[in-house]
T-cell receptor, first 113, second 114 residues
Framework: GQQLNQSPQSMFIQEGEDVSMNCTSS?????WLWYKQDPGEGPVLLIA?????ELTSNGRLTAQFGITRKDSFLNISASIPSDVGIYFC?????????????FGTGTRLTIIP | GAGVSQSPSNKVTEKGKDVELRCDPI?????LYWYRQRLGQGLEFLIY????????KSGLPSDRFSAERTGESVSTLTIQRTQQEDSAVYLC????????????FGQGTRLTVV
């Protein structure tokens, strides 16, 4: 099935650094979502975006819905150890209800001691 | 319930056997989704329910895979004649169309076919 292009695939950073990751699609979506997955757990929703150009923050996390509706960005400022995990973007085309989510390939974040 | 519940959490089965995976969505959520996640991979869409109907089952990999939902609640994903390539974590999520909520995921069922 289709998966969105997400980059980078992995990141190795030091605690306190800022992190940026992005997601691109060949088709448009009217909803972009960012999830975080810890080992052995299901993905947990971090941020939801509903409008092209929208910039939304949730604590140290900031995400943007690209103007073309084909991309989205997630930034994490001043990273801490609990930020370690895999981050997934997901696009959704909501027309008549909550249609399926199409996920990105994931970005694995590791913090170097 | 408070969240999406999946059972069993782990399942080991012999190749060729049938398995049933269960998902209990958040109470009142009309939409229910099944995804598959292979080790180290992203989430692969399988099927989506709106109520008891499946408007999109395009992700089911073969006719060995089927799913049903009853009472706009519990869903069962059935895999017949399991193969080793079916080994993965199967994740279920639910959302509310009426309340326009986002999708919340369960912890998944880890299926190992030996």
């Amino acid at each position: 099935g289709q998966q969105l292009n997400q980059s980078p695939q992995s990141m190795f950073i030091q605690e306190g650094e800022d992190v940026s990751m992005n997601c691109t699609s060949s088709s448009i979506f009217n909803t972009w979502l960012w999830y975080k997955q810890d080992p052995g757990e299901g993905p947990v929703l971090l941020i939801a975006l509903y409008k092209a150009g929208e910039l939304t923050s949730n604590g140290r996390l900031t995400a943007q819905f690209g103007i073309t509706r084909k991309d989205s960005f997630l930034n994490i400022s001043a990273s801490i150890p609990s930020d370690v995990g895999i981050y997934f973007c997901a696009g959704q085309l909501r027309l008549f209800g909550n249609e399926k989510l199409t996920f990105g390939t994931g970005t694995r974040l590791t913090i170097i001691p | 319930g408070a969240g999406v519940s999946q059972s069993p959490s782990n399942k080991v089965t012999e190749k060729g056997k049938d398995v049933e995976l269960r998902c209990d969505p958040i109470s009142g959520h009309t939409a229910l989704y099944w995804y598959r996640q292979r080790l180290g991979q992203g989430l692969e869409f399988l099927i989506y329910f709106q109520g008891n109907s499946a408007p999109d089952k395009s992700g089911l990999p073969s006719d060995r895979f089927s799913a049903e939902r009853t009472g706009e609640s519990v869903s069962t994903l059935t895999i017949q004649r399991t193969q080793q390539e079916d080994s993965a974590v199967y994740l279920c999520a639910s959302s509310s169309w009426v309340e326009n909520t986002e999708a919340f995921f369960g912890q998944g069922t880890r299926l190992t076919v030996v």
